[in-house]
């Protein structure tokens, strides 16, 4: 049975600014909603509330404290009353069953004192108005709008104009510009690789992109990954000679000279990580075996350098979430985790998506690198990939180290997993027989 997380849901409405509460009680109605995990929560939530209230959008996630149950803020665009339920004025009073701060949240988006241009009450209709004006196109109801994500100063939300024309408006909070600015630059340097740009609003960090198709999620076609191959091969061979750019637009530095120094900290980590597993499911690695993985993942950084493979572009992220696909190409969305570095540590990402397809993409991804590199060069960093590519997720970028994320128990046990992959593709990368450069 699939597992459920909880969530709190209060109604705001978009025109008069007021709460909704229960005729009965008088205070604040809370809706309890129950989402599948690992589903968008942000869109469950549109879905679900959306059957009582129509045009119905999440405008914010509350703050809260651990332990406790999040709390979505949504607006309706109808102010629709029951004989259950009505639109008042906001009280701290009525929003009791609330935390302190949780009501104070209200109150500042109520009164407009969020200062967050994107995570405000009314914004879906600003955003409606913006995609019009960027299209040439009228846009009669937000009925057919789909939000995907909300909440401090993030946004997802396809639109379909009236024409039928499907475009997607996203906007990055403080934590992710970098996106922004790394998707700028690629779009200059390989747009037929990525979903074509209309427009950008630059105070709410957002642009507004065309529809690029299903994600490879939804299509699930073998020639979907051969098309994948391809756009992923272009578009780091367009961006060998923009490294220094992409790094100076925010994207991670995973070139072997900064992954080096990183390899003695994430030891230390792993091994005292291991030493701190409860369950029983699977066997601890030992510190020996640990430390053979960072001797494996320095000795694969000095053979990259030794290789001389060129650095490009990454994707940390990429999944098949990520991959959007038509009848006749795939473009690659979603830069939030973009880096640079040994460019066949992304290629592994997609292997790893179909393994029964990852034959067929090895002699694509070779083929369309055999004007830069040799035979020999391409096979040796197919083998090193995997390990590098593990200790790329693992160390992300690498902000992690020294904070109280090293004791937390599910990232604890996250790490412990990628550590047992990362051990497994150090034998194999060094096992007697394997390629050696």
């Given at each position: ?150 909440g401090r100063g993030f946004a997802l939300v396809r639109f ?278």
């Open positions: 049975m699939q597992e459920l997380v909880e969530f709190r849901v209060v109604v705001v409405s978009a025109f008069s600014r007021q709460i909704l509460v229960s005729r009965k009680r008088g205070n604040l109605e809370i809706f309890l909603l129950r989402i599948p995990r690992g589903s968008r929560p942000v869109r469950k939530i549109c879905q679900g509330m959306r059957d009582l209230y129509g045009e119905a959008f999440v405008v914010d996630l509350l703050p809260y404290e651990p332990n406790t149950i999040p709390c979505f803020v949504v607006e309706s665009y109808i102010d629709h009353q029951s004989d259950d339920w009505r639109f008042t004025n906001y009280t701290r009073s009525a929003c009791g069953a609330l935390s302190g701060k949780e009501s104070d949240a209200i109150s500042d988006l109520l009164e407009n004192r969020t200062h967050d241009s994107v995570s405000c009450i009314g914004w879906m209709a600003l955003a409606k108005r913006w995609v019009e004006e960027q299209t040439r196109d009228t846009i009669s109801t937000l009925q057919c709008a789909e939000q995907h994500n909300a379909v104009t009236d024409s039928r024309r499907q475009v997607w408006l996203k906007a990055v909070g403080p934590s992710n510009l970098r996106e922004l600015s790394v998707t700028r630059l690629l779009a200059v340097s390989s747009p037929a690789q990525l979903p074509a740009i209309i427009g950008e609003r630059p105070e709410w960090n957002g642009w507004l992109m065309d529809d690029a198709g299903k994600t490879m999620r939804e299509c699930n076609e073998p020639t979907a990954l051969a098309a994948a191959t391809s756009c992923l091969a272009a578009i780091q061979l367009a961006t060998r000679t923009l490294v220094e750019r992409l790094i100076d637009a925010g994207a991670t530095d995973y070139r072997c000279n900064r992954l080096l120094p990183a390899i003695a900290p994430v030891t230390a980590f792993l091994i005292d990580a291991m030493r701190r597993q409860v369950s029983t499911r699977s066997q601890p690695l030992s510190e020996t075996e640990v430390m053979e993985i960072g001797i494996g993942v320095r000795r694969a950084c000095e053979e990259v350098e030794e290789l001389q493979i060129p650095d490009t572009l990454l994707n940390n992220d990429l999944n098949s979430g990520n991959l959007l696909v038509t009848d006749d190409r795939c473009v690659i969305t979603d830069w939030c985790e973009a880096g640079v570095g040994m460019p066949f540590v992304s290629f592994h990402d997609l292997c790893r998506m179909n393994s029964e397809c990852s034959l067929e993409m090895r002699e694509i991804y070779s083929r369309l690198w055999q004007d830069y590199l040799s035979s020999k060069q391409t096979k040796r960093a197919l083998a090193l990939a995997p390990l590098l590519s593990i200790f790329c997720k693992l160390h992300g970028r690498g902000d992690w180290l020294g904070t109280d994320t090293e004791m937390k128990p599910w990232f604890q046990s996250y790490a412990r997993t990628l550590a047992r992959e990362m051990h497994r593709s150090v034998r194999e990368a060094f096992a007697p027989g394997a390629i050696q450069c």
